[in-house]
Nanobody, 122 residues
Framework: QVQLVESGGGLVQAGGSLRLSCEAT????????MGWYRQAPGKQRELVAESTSGGETTNYADSVKGRFTISRDNAKNMVYLQMNGLKPEDTAVYYCHADGMHTWPPRRNDYWGQGTQVTVSS
């Protein structure tokens, strides 16, 4: 019913850039919020950036403000994360996330992508 497919991860040098993409396939489900999370080995998953209220509002973790930009194309059901000025501490598996409402029965649910590895070397 709902599937998130991510792409764009890879290995880059510190100071480099990378663009992550996530395509959502959702039937009988209205997506409200979309976001990017990341999880480094031995650490908990943390919010990186989110697009809320159908795309009206964006929020960023303090650690990525000024470097990362989240964008959203509702017509294509896609969300992107442009990452500039990458640092070694950005190394993690990045996950796409979507939150919304199923049409019937009406209920809230959220979904995760499979994750894409981002590695930044110094």
């Amino acid at each position: 019913q709902v599937q998130l497919v991510e792409s764009g991860g890879g290995l880059v040098q510190a100071g480099g850039s990378l663009r992550l993409s996530c395509e959502a396939t959702a039937r009988l489900f209205r997506i409200n919020n979309m976001g990017w999370y990341r999880q480094a080995p031995g650490k908990q998953r943390e919010l990186v950036a989110e697009s809320t209220s159908g795309g009206e509002t964006t929020n960023y973790a303090d650690s990525v403000k000024g470097r990362f930009t989240i964008s959203r194309d509702n017509a294509k059901n896609m969300v992107y994360l442009q990452m500039n000025g990458l640092k070694p501490e950005d190394t993690a598996v990045y996950y796409c996330h979507a939150d919304g409402m199923h049409t019937w029965p009406p209920r809230r649910n959220d979904y995760w992508g499979q994750g894409t590895q981002v590695t930044v070397s110094s």
